[in-house]
């Protein structure tokens, strides 16, 4: 019998008109739940007037204002986008006046007082007490002064924040280039580019998206169209200095007020490092620790290039430029490893990729998926593709829906990201809510002649989002704040992380690969080297992982009221990176994560692959297709969402306490 899924809530297809009401009911619906909680007497607080009517409007209305902070970022309509950014920042707006109540606090404050919260069910407890908490974070118990000047400071931050987001996301630079001066990029690509006719001469667009920015970067043989393109990608979007500068000024005068030393310190106080301490002695050892390896890794790139130059009888500058790194990396690993990306994509077609992905999704988490055809699909752009996804392991209940938005397209989101939709709850009947993702990307469009293909670390990219998907889809709370990956931001990529070791995995190579033309697998001896060559130039990659880092960490530490941002990137890039920013380029303002959610927190990324590392090096190598493993991984990991603490999880999963010997072995290749 077949069975049958429930409509997907949300139309992705409303007016501009649409998308501010739904936010203007959003805001009446909690304004209401509010001002009656706030007006209650202390006889009169109860969980049943306090924490249920907080927990309903919060999981019924989270849905909306994810749908339009999805639009914003995807709507093919420029009316819609500009509405939704516009509903956003009223809504931010709201939510920072709402979130500091002095009414509500006390309110909540009063009730957690008198209530014992010990005979409170484990995510009903800890709900209560992050509610607080947050109150706390927002100033509350302070003086209504000291309250109102941090409400003021988080609101203009709010509308920096939206402006620097809009002007990253909606940049739409090209430059052009004659045929010669693309040199290396093979015709099928040439040709999918648009042309312009300039006195007389034919050129070539070549825009700051990935499907254009990174083929360039590896491929081209002209430095010096390598080095005009790479200067204009690093220096997109001007108007962001000053926002960003202007973003973390208010950051540190929020945390001055709050007590904190520095905006930094006022992040990671619930993360899992907890301090600025921690996280420092973590990426400045591991630079320590990479340094020497990074110098080698540069001085075999040295000699790459100084060889090509002679030649081709050109000069040699004697150094490797930012623009160089990815050019004589891709040569490295075609004459040394015999790995040549161009010829590995053959075996990945998007679509079958995809498809194969979510066979392994299925046979390891226990899972089932079931693509929606065209004609049933409401979508925002006929390119996107939406999936059923069932459990296969439990009930067979129906767990919600994934949607796939893979193509570039004028003012879209520019990177590869997991979008929540619509986060699963528990409803008062006991069932749950099913959960809603989109995978937003960026790979090269098919042609009438050919697929789409997959670079190998594309297909590695593909993995690691569509593992966000799997963490929203899995997670099973009873309330929406704890769903998914709303984990401390610190452990929120290990899931993703530890899922890519399946693109080095031989077991899976060869099950995901099939050439476009021949449907054959990629040899034994190519996965072989694929596998090898997983650490080439390791140092060099990390080490520009730590930069970033570093970067976020020194701009929300700092206490220079004048701080150049522009000044501190770039040297500090060169420091810790060993190579110069192309002149006059200012990469922060295209930094996105430092203004999305990520600030104070870019260590994370290193920080959580120690995690990631030890979660399959310790449980799934070997055992890749292991149902019994993964459904564990499931239950302890996806399926909890942030109702209990990231350390607490993986001591569940490992039976142990975390260690960090597989990611300094398998990653930073030190024993």
């Known amino acids: 019998m077949s069975r049958i899924a429930p409509a997907p809530t949300l139309d992705f297809t409303i007016t501009p008109e649409q998308v501010a009401s739904i936010i203007r009911d959003a805001i009446e619906k909690e304004l209401a739940v509010n001002d009656t909680i706030a007006a209650l007497k202390p006889e009169e607080q109860s969980y049943e007037t306090i924490v249920r009517p907080l927990a309903h409007i919060e999981n019924t209305m989270s849905d909306r204002i994810l749908l339009v902070n999805l639009l914003s970022q995807v709507s093919p309509d420029a009316a819609v986008r500009e509405a939704a950014v516009e509903a956003e920042r009223v809504y931010e707006e709201f939510s920072i006046e709402q979130s500091m109540r002095h009414d509500l606090y006390v309110s909540i404050h009063d009730f957690i007082n008198k209530t014992d919260l010990s005979g409170f069910e484990h995510e009903d407890a800890r709900l209560l007490k992050h509610m607080e908490r947050g109150f706390r974070r927002n100033g509350l118990h302070l003086s209504s002064e000291k309250c109102d000047h941090l409400k003021q400071l988080r609101k203009r931050l709010s509308e920096v924040t939206i402006e620097y987001n809009k002007n990253w996301s909606r940049e739409n630079s090209s430059l052009l280039f004659t045929k010669e001066e693309l040199t290396g990029l093979d015709d099928d690509f040439i040709g999918g580019l648009t042309t312009k006719e300039m006195d007389g001469v034919k050129k070539y667009v070549l825009t700051m998206k990935y499907p254009d920015y990174i083929p360039l970067m590896r491929l081209c043989k002209n430095e010096n169209t390598r080095k005009t393109h790479m200067t204009a990608y690093e220096s997109r979007s001007h108007e962001n200095i000053v926002l960003l500068e202007e973003a973390v000024k208010i950051r540190r005068q929020c945390a001055k007020i709050l007590g904190y030393e520095s905006h930094a310190a006022f992040i990671l106080d619930v993360k899992m490092a907890k301090t600025v301490g921690a996280v420092r002695n973590f990426v400045d050892d591991l630079a320590t620790r990479l340094k020497d390896a990074g110098i080698r890794e540069f001085n ?372």
């Open 300 to 671: 075999v790139l040295k000699e790459i290039k100084k060889k090509e130059k002679a030649e081709n009888h050109e000069e040699y500058d004697g150094k490797i430029n930012a623009w160089d790194t990815s050019y004589y990396k891709r040569i490295l690993l075609e004459k040394h490893y015999s790995v040549d990306q161009e010829k590995i994509k053959k075996y990945f077609v998007l679509e079958a990729t995809i498809q194969k992905m979510l066979d392994i999704y299925e046979k390891v988490l226990g899972l089932k998926f079931n693509k929606v055809s065209k004609d049933k699909a409401v979508v925002w752009h006929e390119d996107v593709q939406i999936f059923e996804c069932w459990d296969d392991a439990e009930d067979k209940s129906f767990m919600g829906y994934m949607y796939l938005d893979l193509f570039p397209r004028d003012s879209k989101y520019p990177h590869a990201a997991c979008f929540p939709v619509e986060p699963a709850y528990m409803k008062e009947d006991g069932t749950y809510v099913p959960s809603i993702a989109a995978m937003v990307a960026n790979f090269t469009k098919p042609t009438k002649d050919k697929p789409s293909l997959l670079k190998h670390e594309e297909v590695v990219t593909l993995f690691h989002e569509l593992g966000h998907v799997m963490h929203h889809i899995c997670s099973r709370t009873k309330y929406s704040r704890f769903h998914g990956t709303t984990v401390e931001g610190d452990f929120v990529e290990a899931p993703s992380q530890m899922l890519e070791n399946w693109c080095y995995d031989a077991t899976s190579l060869k099950y995901l690969s099939a050439h476009f033309e021949t449907g054959e697998p990629l040899s034994d001896d190519t996965i072989e080297l694929i596998i090898k060559s997983k650490n080439v130039n390791a140092a060099i990659d990390n080490l520009r992982q730590l930069f970033f880092g570093i970067f976020d960490m020194d701009i929300h530490t700092s206490d220079d009221e004048h701080l150049d941002t522009t000044k501190l990137y770039n040297e500090l890039g060169e420091k810790i990176c060993f190579i110069a920013a192309p002149e006059g380029s200012f990469g922060q303002a295209s930094f996105g994560h430092v203004m999305g959610g990520y600030d104070a927190g870019y260590y994370g990324y290193m920080w959580s692959k120690v995690f990631s590392s030890d979660m399959y090096f310790s449980k799934f190598v070997g055992h890749t297709l292991s149902r019994e493993v993964g459904y564990a991984y499931r239950k302890e990991i996806l399926e909890k969402g942030s109702s209990v603490d990231g350390m607490e999880m993986l001591k569940r999963f490992l039976n142990r306490e975390p260690s960090s010997e597989a990611f300094m072995r398998e990653e930073i290749g030190i024993n």
